[in-house]
């Protein structure tokens, strides 16, 4: 019996499909110089975004967990990134491949995060699960902003008071200076790269997805007990989604960190906030369906500066905008309507029409 | 030789003693039945036996291997496979990965080698679907292949529940009330399905039925249990007959 295991394939490349087309329509727009300056702006963190999207997506979606932390994971990978890339920025005058360091350390100081905040949490379920990372997620953020890192002739000095107390000599340098975070990051990112990470991000996901390790994830995901009874190790498979997918939105931070000149671990951009915007691109993509989180990530991202022009009423369209989505995503009548017009299903019904005559 | 033999064990939860001084032995090959009026502490023994609950005393053996009290995950790679009496399938992976679930701990490939797709990840999956198949095909289950599990018809789903278990490669299968919610057709055909497995597999299998016809039709030797207590045990035919379990069911 012939399987249909090519139909998943051809599924996964749409999706990568859909992402280079979208990076080649971005590009024709530029060198047509049609994109303003303020959207050209918002190309990278829309890549942040999407990786952020789909990493979430990861947890929520495969491995059925709700986690509300995941603006902690990006900041780890922010903060660890842009601290490596101030330090080397003479000594490795090669930006491709400062970055590209700055990215494994960025990914690997998350995902050791993940896995330290996924032993004990993993074992708390739903409600509980998204409580305690949240509060993660804050606490990573409070740190962030108390944090104090200079180095002097003398090596490195470390507080969480103040930058006073770091009692450095004359000659020393802050390189993270509290609520004031790093300044000075190389600019490494570009729209190129982000679009790179978010194939890499995609093409980890997927593939995990549709493996022997994916398969556990979301057998445990439908039914725990049932998992544990053909052998399936629950705690190394609800760890393994959680840690890869903090490492995915680790590297999301890196990408945004080498972004901006300047790091601060604002509310606004490793808040809770944050992980709520996350969870939103995840929930109205479609929880599980990676095209899905691309796609409301890029809109969601893109509307509030499309609508710029219409100032007061910006939020509240956005915000109908949201209802809306929900609506058609989600509410059975709109998912019997979709199913009816569906473009395959027209398809199919022509070529039965077809057949009949 | 016998592939289980269980002495001596019990639970108490509070107060409640579930299971008191149960014993059970069972020979290789054997279509074993455990049966019993509701509450008799029925599915708690297949808890205990597979590790879902704990034994506060007793032992089990399988194969000559003790397992009292290890994890469910070490005692099915032991080799005690199992299927609910409310039926837990992975309802949101086709009915082809459900079996290649109950194959994980069987065919390895690494991560990365998924991540990568290495030659290793074709070659395995390769081995796995076809293992599957061949499951599938046992249940007449492989048109529906690549169909969601939760589409399937409750008898299907019944029957890919032991095709799940069977793919972890058992000594000893437990099935836990598998008629249930079946009608008389239904259960004839199962009957058929669950003899085909012990001669095909060579399958030591214990079942938990209230369908006496089933119980009486397939089950080599049977034990009752009643609040908890073993109330009688052996041949099929002298089991039925027993004046006490017949008291159980029905009353005085």
């Known amino acids: 019996m012939k399987l249909k295991t090519t139909k998943l394939t051809k599924n996964n490349l749409i999706t990568y499909g859909f992402v280079i087309a979208l990076f080649a329509v971005v590009q024709i727009f530029l060198s047509a110089g049609k994109v303003s300056s303020l959207m050209q702006g918002l190309l990278v963190p829309l890549c942040v975004y999407v990786i952020l999207a789909i990493s979430l997506n990861l947890v929520v979606g495969i491995s059925g967990e709700l986690s509300l932390g995941h603006a902690g994971f990006m900041c780890v990978g922010a903060f660890a990134s842009a601290f490596f890339s101030k330090c080397t920025v003479d000594l490795i005058p090669v930006a491709g491949l400062r970055f590209l360091i700055a990215l494994l350390i960025g990914a690997m100081a998350a995902a050791i995060f993940g896995i330290l905040i996924g032993i004990p949490v993993l074992r708390l379920r739903g409600d509980y699960l998204a409580i305690v990372t949240l509060a993660f997620g804050e606490i990573i953020k409070n740190i962030a902003n108390v944090l104090f890192v200079g180095k002097d002739s003398n090596g490195f000095h470390f507080s969480i008071k103040d930058a006073v107390s770091l009692n450095m000599e004359p000659d020393g340098v802050m390189l993270i200076n509290g609520p004031q975070g790093i300044t000075g990051t190389p600019g490494d990112s570009s729209f190129l790269i982000g679009i790179l990470l978010v194939l890499v991000t995609l093409f980890v996901v997927l593939n995990l997805i549709n493996s022997r390790d994916g398969r556990a994830i979301m057998s445990i995901r439908d039914n725990r007990i049932a998992a544990e009874s053909v052998g399936i190790n629950i705690t190394k498979y609800k760890l393994m989604a959680f840690t890869v997918s903090a490492a995915l939105a680790g590297a999301a931070g890196v990408l945004y960190a080498h972004n901006l000149s300047t790091l601060t671990a604002a509310p606004k951009n490793f808040g809770y906030n944050m992980s709520i915007m996350i969870l939103v691109f995840v929930v109205l993509g479609g929880i599980g369906n990676m095209r899905g989180s691309i796609i409301s990530a890029v809109l969601l991202t893109l509307l509030p500066e499309l609508l710029r022009g219409l100032s007061d009423y910006r939020m509240l369209i956005y915000s109908i905008v949201l209802i809306v989505m929900m609506l058609f995503n989600w509410s059975p009548g709109a998912i019997e309507l979709r199913k009816r017009y569906s473009p395959k299903r027209l398809l199919s019904k022509n070529k039965a029409a077809k057949e009949v005559e | ?252």
């Open chain 2, 1 to 252: 030789m016998s592939i289980l033999e269980v002495k001596n064990l019990g639970i108490s939860f509070g107060g409640l003693r579930a299971v008191d001084n149960f014993d059970i032995t069972i020979e290789k090959g054997q279509l074993y039945g455990l049966i019993g009026p509701n509450g008799a502490g029925k599915t708690t023994v297949f808890n205990l036996l597979t590790g879902v609950y704990k034994p506060s005393e007793g032992i089990v053996l399988l194969d000559g291997k003790d397992i009292t009290g290890k994890k469910t995950i070490e005692i099915n790679k032991a080799g005690i496979a199992r299927t609910f009496q409310n039926i837990r399938l992975f309802k949101g992976l086709t009915v082809l990965d459900n079996v290649k679930a109950g194959l994980h701990n069987h065919l390895h490939y690494t991560t990365i080698e998924g991540i990568l797709r290495l030659p290793r990840y074709h070659k395995v999956e390769k081995e796995m679907n076809k293992r599957a198949l061949e499951l599938l095909e046992v249940f007449e289950l492989e048109k529906e292949a690549e169909q969601l599990a939760s589409n399937l018809p409750y008898g299907k789903q019944r029957k890919l529940e032991i095709a799940r278990a069977l793919a972890t490669d058992p000594k000893l299968l437990l099935l836990d009330e598998p008629a249930a919610g079946m009608n008389p057709n239904e259960t004839q055909e199962l009957m058929k399905t669950i003899r085909f497995i012990k001669d095909k597999f060579d399958m030591t299998i214990l079942l938990i039925e209230h369908d006496m016809k089933l119980v009486s039709g397939i089950c080599e030797e049977l034990s009752v249990l009643n609040f908890g207590q073993t109330l009688a045990q052996g041949e099929t035919g002298q089991v039925l007959n027993d004046p006490r379990v017949i008291t159980a069911y029905l009353g005085e």
